[in-house]
């Protein structure tokens, strides 16, 4: 029971009263099952429209992206014309 700068039995019976003052009697809670289960879906509503959002605009980058690799303007009317050898 002794530690480098003295006693600590004090401190540890200290501790010990202390809980006895600890409140025995129910505390409120301080958010209900209800809207806990309200925000919970409302979360999980959002979180999947963000992520077909995200599935949605990425997929659209990626089709342009490779849109533009394969096409080219090679006319005087300006029309996109495929390039052969980049399709393959």
Do not use: H
Request: contains cysteine; glycine residues 4%; proline residues 3%.
């Amino acid at each position: 029971n002794t530690f480098p700068t003295g006693k600590v039995g004090w401190t540890l019976g200290y501790m010990i009263n202390q809980t006895n003052y600890i409140p025995a009697e129910y505390r409120e809670r301080i958010i209900t099952k209800k809207s806990f289960v309200g925000w919970l879906i409302s979360s999980l509503i959002i979180a999947t429209i963000a992520l077909i959002f995200l599935l949605f605009t990425s997929y659209l980058f990626c089709r342009r992206k490779q849109l533009i690799k394969t096409t080219t303007i090679n006319n005087k009317d300006e029309l996109p014309q495929i390039n052969e050898q980049e399709a393959t």
